[in-house]
């Protein structure tokens, strides 16, 4: 079994925020797309260490995945065995204040 994974309320308010700009001009893909990056953050549970090393932040516990032009960032914390879904971040928009609240 995995690690459990926790969508941040940030990264909740990301995801709403891109699904509300793709469903502009899109509402069906806009659907599909964000489904598709919650699934993908799902399955970073049972691979806690796929991702790599935030460069910006150099810390091993922040770690990211990419689908798309979207950076996946997350926490990996091992007491508890847990993962946080820090932000959904589009990589044209730089680089993410990942501790932003």
Known sequence: MGWPVTLTEQSQRD???IVS???????ERARTFGNEL?????SIGDFPAMG?????LGD???RE??????RIVY????????????????AAR??????EG
């Open 52 to 56: 790599r090393i935030v460069p910006e």
């Open 75 to 90: 926490e990996r914390l091992h007491a508890p065995n847990a993962i946080y879904i820090l932000r959904f971040w589009q």
């Open 94 to 99: 730089g680089t993410p204040d990942i501790r």
């Open 38 to 42: 919650i699934s993908q953050a799902l």
């Open 60 to 62: 091993p516990a922040v």
């Open 21 to 27: 700009f793709i469903a502009r001009n899109n509402p």
């Open 15 to 17: 995801l709403q925020e």
């Open 65 to 70: 995945i990419v689908h798309g032009s979207y």
